[in-house]
């Protein structure tokens, strides 16, 4: 149970999130410079999605450096709403510069993305835009690629990027965005006094960072509220069993901070079902999942959730491997900046 | 002589039954004891007590003049007590160096020592006069009689001081068995001590110098073998008097085919088996292993594929299967009693009703438990079967209740042809005989009687007609009531 | 004597191993109900047997095929794909309710057929075959739902199923006793039942017998299926909602239970009603360390410790025979 929940979590957690900015080409920049024989990789800081628009000469020399071949794309898989999403969108969007892409689903099989790797390099991929199942799995087929010339842009950490650019959402960011809004609904509607229960998935240490962040950033934004605990979440039906266990503990529990929609999802049924006032009781998820849109916008508990925007992150994949393939100067690490949605947000 | 080994007073317990009752037994330092008694005597009760497997419920054993209680068979084997039981318990795919010394195997702080080793594997053969089986060779390839002597060369190369075979001929054949014996009577020159545990009084006259004789769970009497006669033994096993020596008459009334076979083949096996079989007929299937008589019975049940050729069950094709032949009123007793004849672990009654338990229902397919009971009570009291409560499982059952129990099912459906493959192999001699007054009395009552058997006085006593096979072909056709043994054993040789 | 000592003894150690973890259990019971308030009302009882029914109705199907001595471990993903399949018929094609929950069962029946043909007829082992089913199940549940959650208020129609009462009594908890109880007389009181205990405890020997041993290992496949589709259909009803990872969580229950609850991987043994029982003591953990308090990231461990316990204890008594 723990495996395979492990790998519906893998799909939960990499989600991503990027300000709502469209980077739009800027104007063509004539210098008459010779390329540089390499894309020269900046490691200060955190980089963002605005610096990776890439200029028209950056997108013709990138188109040079492609020549018949293509930019690869690994999804993790192409069975859940965010992966998709931001596959499709570097699709439309490399498209619409006409640069070629194949696509490789993975289908969370982490072995299966050596393969994948090494197909799309023989298939003369310049570039691969891969979402890394499991990091280990991947390097040796990874640095082989580098080895052959191709540059890599990875959309679910920065850890694999090797010889290329690493694009990732910050669990702190979505855990502290989630904790924001729970801080936000205890101020507004409970005067500052509310009973949280944090639904946590202990088995992913990238989930703790957002279950340990969502404490954090809400004591910071509701000092006086009262953290009873953290409760196995993750799914829908762990979720649901320990929100009702909970009741039983603490009847009084009026908020609930979910690591991930899915698992919100089980508190606010266990809430309905204990006849908890909807005026006065909150749920908050993280992932922006379109049902959990929808029950934003009816305006029940489900107070809100925290977007990841995947879209946007399609299209900065596509555009850092532009940024390589024409050699620029471009920062290693990219920030994906995180979205509060609540029903006023969404107006 | 000296006493190397007395039981005082040993009594076990199962549930429902006392397998040893206040056992009292002195078997003397370099003799061969034999221990005989019908299935269900407590020979395997006593055996496993001696052999560390089991604790007895109460009662003192006295080993070497020491008291002797060992917690498990390996603190026998230190103690100097070696069993062999009739399922050998050897490695097939390592060698006999290396199956000889499993166990204590010579080494220098855990490096194995492996000259010392074959130097003991060598040795403990050679004092068997088997110095011809290789020591490289790997105990799968070797032959039954010759894995037999791997495991005394085991027992011997752990120091053991008293030898308990457990029917060590049940698996070997006539030219295997008499190097056995001479194996055994070295032995007991050599001042091992040898229990021997069976039932075929033959061997025993052979071999034994002093027999005990156990009789449902206590010991009837202990004697040299020169001051008793197979019929004493026999009575002493039986606890009845008098036993019939002879069979039972055959039944006269032979009536209308009921069973026909055509060109009966099975690639390689069995080849164009014609043979008609009628109602009221006993008829003896016979040949040597691997002639193709046992897969033949199987064919008929649907257990063996028949690649060509056609059985016609009343003049009308049939295709043999289980389920089929169940409807068709056919039962059939396995050869392998424990894997296929009964479910060890159900009770008596539910073994005896199984292929009838759809015709002991009401809707919506509840079962009647009363017409359960009173039809595994018929069975039961019909085929005296020795069990404490119909509720009984049947594991806790002696081998020849077993066997009752497996013919019984088919009884209780109201087979009209039985199909019956070695039913008396393993058997003692009480149940055989009831098995034999029941072929007897089945075939007077009008019922067919498939009687696949390598035993041809068993053959030759009960069968109508006798089916010789030899190499997978009918070799011959015998009128049961002409024949003789030599006749039948000649034709089995193909001659 | 020393013999007649260690009898007893031995005694003392079969009755406490043949009820096991029933023992731990009570053990467990007892503590929770002095060491806290809220364990023992019946408020709390109620939540854990409705926690309980979904997992114990699919458990019985579990049992079923493994009385058989066969497995199927692809009973979570079944139980979430019959849900996903249901839910869509009625959210996205409103589907009446009852016409939606009557093919989210027969999809059950229909994978259990097909895995029971697959054991049966195609020869392949019984737990390969299922891990197999599984995966093409999970991926189905993600085609399907293109990973998002599938809800809307058509799904109210069916809350009643595991959210509804009847008096104070969560209607799922009846569902389950009486399933339990048509299933405790299947097995006891009719042939098909005495049949899957005969085929569990010697195939060949069943076979032989003239019971049609393929034809009943399919139907009970089959009936697995009907019994997983139909989980499937209250988990719907439970969530509000079907999501694709739905039918994960499942599996590891179904099994603990029934292992628990005494049925040997081997088959031919055990009792229906300490399945139902084994499935309650593992909800009774889980609620019980909710109400003790217990950290979450300890609860693993204790969950752990509690069941090798409960097993090590069962397992005496096999040893000692």
Known sequence: MKKLALIIMVLVILTACTPATTPTPTQADSTTLAKPAAPTLLTDELGTAAELVPSDAEIADAKDALGTGMIGIISCTMGSEYHATLVNSAQDYAQELGIKTTVIDSQVQADQQISAIENLVSAGAKAIVICVLDPAVVKPALEAAVEAGVYIVQTSGRESAYNGIGISIEDADLGCANGELAGEAINTFLDGKGVVAILDYPDLPNIVTRADNIEKCLLQTAPNATIIGRFLGGTTENAQTSVENALQAYPDIDVIASVSDLGAYGALTALQAANKDPEKTFVIGIDAEEYALDLIKAGGMYYGTVDTNPSETGVMAIDAAIKLLAHATVEKNIKVEVLKVTESTMK | ?495 | MRYQRKNNSQKVLQIIGENGYIFIFALWFIFLSFKTDTFLTSQNILTVLRQGAIVSIAAIGEMLVMLLGGMDVSVGALLGFSGIVGANLMVDFNLSPALAGLVCVLVGGMIGLVNGFLVTKVRINPVVATLGMMTVLNGLALAWTQGKTVAGSQLDSIAFLSRGYIGSIPFSVILMLLFYCIFYLILNKTVFGARIYAIGNNEKASWLAGIEVDKLKMLTYTIAGFLGGFSGLLQVSRQGSATSSMGNEFLFPILTAVILGGIGLSGGKGKIQNTLIAVIFLMTINNGMVLLGIPLYTQDIIQGLILILALSLDRLHYRNR
């Not at chain 2, 026999?234 to 085919?257: D, L, Q, W």
């Not at chain 2, 199987?298 to 043999?320: E, M, R, T």
């Not at chain 2, 059939?332 to 015709?359: A, F, H």
């Open chain 2, 1 to 495: 002589m000296t006493t190397i080994l007395s039981l005082k007073n040993i009594s076990r317990s199962f549930p429902g039954v006392q397998a040893l009752d206040d056992i009292s037994l002195e078997v003397e330092q370099g003799t061969i004891h034999a221990l005989v008694g019908a299935n269900g005597a407590g020979k395997s009760t006593l055996m496993k007590i001696l052999s560390g497997a089991l604790a007895p419920d109460s009662g003192e054993m006295i080993f070497e003049n020491a008291p002797y209680a060992p917690a498990d068979p390996s603190a026998a084997i230190k103690d100097g007590i070696a069993t062999i039981y009739q399922e050998l318990n050897l490695l097939p795919t390592r060698t006999v160096t290396a199956n000889i010394n499993v166990g204590k195997e010579p080494n220098h702080f855990g490096i194995l020592d492996e000259k010392t080793e074959r130097q003991k594997a060598a040795s403990a053969l050679a004092q068997l006069n088997a110095s011809y089986i290789p020591l490289q060779a790997l105990v799968g390839n070797l032959k039954v009689g010759e894995k037999q002597i791997i495991e005394i060369a085991k027992a011997l190369v752990g120091k053991c001081k008293l030898l308990i075979l457990d029917e060590p001929t049940a698996a070997l054949n006539d030219s295997e068995i008499i190097p056995l014996f001479n194996i055994i009577k070295d032995l007991k020159n050599q001042g091992v001590t040898i229990l021997y545990v069976s039932h075929r009084l033959k061997e025993i006259f052979a071999l034994a110098d002093v027999v005990t004789v156990l009789c449902d769970g206590k010991l009837v009497v202990t004697s040299l073998i020169n001051q008793v006669t197979p019929d004493i033994l026999i009575n002493h096993m039986t606890g009845r008097k008098k036993i019939k020596s002879a069979f039972p008459e055959k039944n006269k009334v032979i009536k209308e085919e009921v069973l026909r076979l055509e060109h009966l083949s099975s690639s390689m096996v069995f080849k164009d088996i014609n043979l008609s079989i009628h109602r009221g007929e006993v008829i003896g299937i016979t040949g040597l292993a691997g002639s193709g008589k046992v897969e033949l019975g199987k064919a008929l049940i649907g257990d063996f594929p028949i690649n060509s050729g056609q059985v016609f069950l009343q003049g009308i094709p049939f295709k043999p299967s289980p389920a089929k032949a169940k409807s068709a009123h056919i039962g059939y007793m396995p050869e392998d009693r424990k894997k296929e004849g009964v479910l060890e672990e159900l009770s008596v009654q539910r073994n005896i009703s199984l292929p009838s338990l759809s015709d002991l229902t009401q809707f919506p397919g509840f079962i009647l438990f009363n017409k359960e009971r009173e039809l595994a009570q018929q069975g039961v009291e019909e085929l005296d079967i020795k069990t404490p409560s119909l509720k009984q499982i049947v594991r806790n059952l002696s081998g020849g209740n077993q066997q009752k129990v497996s013919l019984a099912k088919w009884l209780a459906t109201n087979s009209e042809i039985l199909l019956l493959i070695e039913p008396t192999q393993g058997i003692d001699v009480g149940v055989k005989f009831e098995i034999y007054e029941l072929i007897h009395k089945l075939s007077a009552q009008g019922k067919t009687i498939i009687l696949v058997s390598s035993e041809i006085s068993e053959i030759i006593g009960l069968a109508h007609s006798i089916v010789v096979l030899f190499n997978g072909q009918i070799q011959a056709i015998l009128d049961g009531n002409q024949t003789n043994e030599e006749e039948v054993l000649q034709a089995t040789f193909g001659k």
